[in-house]
């Protein structure tokens, strides 16, 4: 039974610049929530999403943006990169009634 | 803003010894959950206790909730190197949403 995977690993992009991340839920949920890690801090909230609709956001700009498909499996674009963009980014999943969640392995992000 | 903060921010104990990190948070709760995460990478679930719940345990790991208080620990015995990495409590939005997190506590077992 496969956990949450995120693709890639690693990302460096330049100011300016858009990127995609990815994120495949563990088998069973439905639930697709991301959250951004600066160094020495605690995730932050993005958002999440649920039956292909963000259910709830966190206090990010609209330059984060997110798709869920119907296989679950869901997207997080920020545009415009900032130097303050770099972090690691986390997806969690989970099944909407339950509280617990469960982490993939984050995709780290460096703005050059 | 965090709704959790863990206390202290850095403990350093020798491998054998016992772990105790503390968590305090602001609002009411459903449930309050604690995650360890190993050198920046994604986080592992290790327990949620509900509200309801004063005390629960999962192997070698004990975690006590005082909703008068506002406050939960997470108590580690016997602790291994392998238990060296930061550990964060976590509580959910009014309707579990989001979970908000504290800035960790960052666990050194010293072999």
């Known amino acids: 039974d496969a956990g949450v995977t995120q693709s890639p690993t690693h990302l460096i992009k330049t100011r300016g610049q858009q990127v995609t991340l990815r994120c495949s839920p563990k088998?069973?949920?439905?639930?697709v929530s991301w959250y951004q890690q600066a160094l020495g801090q605690g995730p932050q909230f993005i958002f999440q999403?649920?039956?292909?609709?963000?259910?709830q956001r966190g206090n990010f700009p609209d330059r984060f943006s997110g798709h869920q498909f119907p296989n679950y499996s869901s997207e997080l674009n920020v545009n415009a990169l900032l130097l303050g963009d770099s972090a690691l980014y986390l997806c969690?999943?989970?099944?909407?009634?339950?509280?617990?969640?469960?982490f993939g392995p984050g995709t780290r992000l460096t703005v050059t | 803003s965090q709704q959790g903060e863990e206390d202290p921010q850095a403990l350093s104990i020798q491998e054998g010894e016992n772990a105790t990190m503390n968590c305090s948070y602001k609002?009411?709760?459903?449930?309050l959950q604690w995650y360890r995460q190993n050198s920046g990478r994604g986080l592992v679930h290790l327990i949620l206790?509900?509200?309801?719940?004063r005390e629960k345990h999962s192997g070698r790991l004990r975690v006590t909730l005082d909703t008068s208080k506002k406050s939960s620990s997470l108590l580690i015995t016997a602790s291994r190197a392998a238990d060296t990495a930061s550990y964060f409590c976590?509580?959910?939005?009014?309707?579990?949403?989001?979970?908000?997190f504290g800035k960790g506590t960052l666990l050194t077992v010293n072999p």
């Open positions: 976590a509580t959910p939005g009014g309707s579990n949403y989001k979970l908000t």
């Open positions: 609002t009411s709760i459903n449930n």
């Open positions: 088998s069973g949920h439905d639930t």
């Open positions: 206790i509900r509200s309801n719940e």
């Open positions: 999403y649920y039956e292909e609709e963000e259910r």
């Open positions: 969690a999943s989970s099944l909407i009634l339950s509280g617990e969640q469960y």
